[in-house]
């Protein structure tokens, strides 16, 4: 930038140094304090509590962290130009499977089995030496976005203080009465021997493609009307599904309102299957004896037995419905 003696105005260049001017701007902050200072020039007694939403210190930044950086930003950029005192304490995440899974690699060890031989504590050491590998990458990259944050007061979920303050709020909700017990469904890893977050499954090699086999399950119905079946054995309907771990929150199967079904009997019980599926399943079903046919709007609104009791309490629930979505191409002509 240059003045000349035929204009008033500073000439700058035809093209913009950008990182000159962001090196300047930084620099410019950091010799001034300027963050500090517009913390400490507002009043304690008007404050605007903001703890940033934490990242896990054991991987590098990308460009989603950008995104989200400038929102945590603009809130308490905003709030202190209300004049509110906003702190802006920066965060570490150093719990769950993503420390745990970059130390497994680490240490050459995987899974609990190893882990316990390896020794837990010294797991646990490993884990907490790694969890803050780059935190320097990220101080870098948070300030050079332009975000004004505390770092030298940070927080990590590890610490003491910080633990006990969860359980003091959990205990604070609890004595509120807020707190209840319910079922969902969650992923779930086998290897961790824990359930997982939906963050959790998108990392990086978290998940491998695999073929899930379909399975046929039976469930008990309610045989009362049903032309020439016998009264003193149980109907079973068979179901497919590709889905099995859905399975403990079945509420409803669904048949085809037009589907013909059979209505047949083997040593063990009576089935209800699709009459176009029977010759696929001879195999499984063995011997039989045809009963009946039966009209798929015919089992429409009948109950039968839950598989598992988390929602035997509902009675709005385990009954059979009508579904135009049901074929006979696959399976038994029966969904769960």
Known sequence: MSTSDSTPYPRVPNRADFPAIERSVLDRWAKNDTFQDSVDSRPEDNEYVFYDGPPFANGLPHHGHLLTGYVKDVVPRYQTMLGKRVDRRFGWDCHGLPAEMETEQELGVSGRVAITEHGIERFNASCRESVLK??????????????????????????????????????????????????????????????????????????????DPAITVWFELDSDGISNAEPSEPIRLLAWTTTPWTLPSNLAVAVGPDIEYALIKTKEAQWIISSDCLEKYADDIGEFELLAGVKGSELVGRNYKPLFNFFAERDDAFRVLSADFVDTSEGTGIVH
């Open 134 to 211: 780059y935190t320097s990458e990220w101080q870098e990259t948070v300030t050079r976005q332009a975000r004004w944050v505390d770092f030298e007061n940070d927080y990590k979920t590890m610490d003491l203080s910080y633990m006990e303050s969860v359980m003091w709020a959990f205990k604070e909700l609890w004595d509120q009465d807020l707190i209840y017990e319910a079922f969902r469904v969650m992923p779930y890893s086998w290897g961790a021997e824990t359930p997982l977050s939906n963050f959790e499954i998108r990392l990086d090699d978290a998940t491998r493609p695999r073929q």
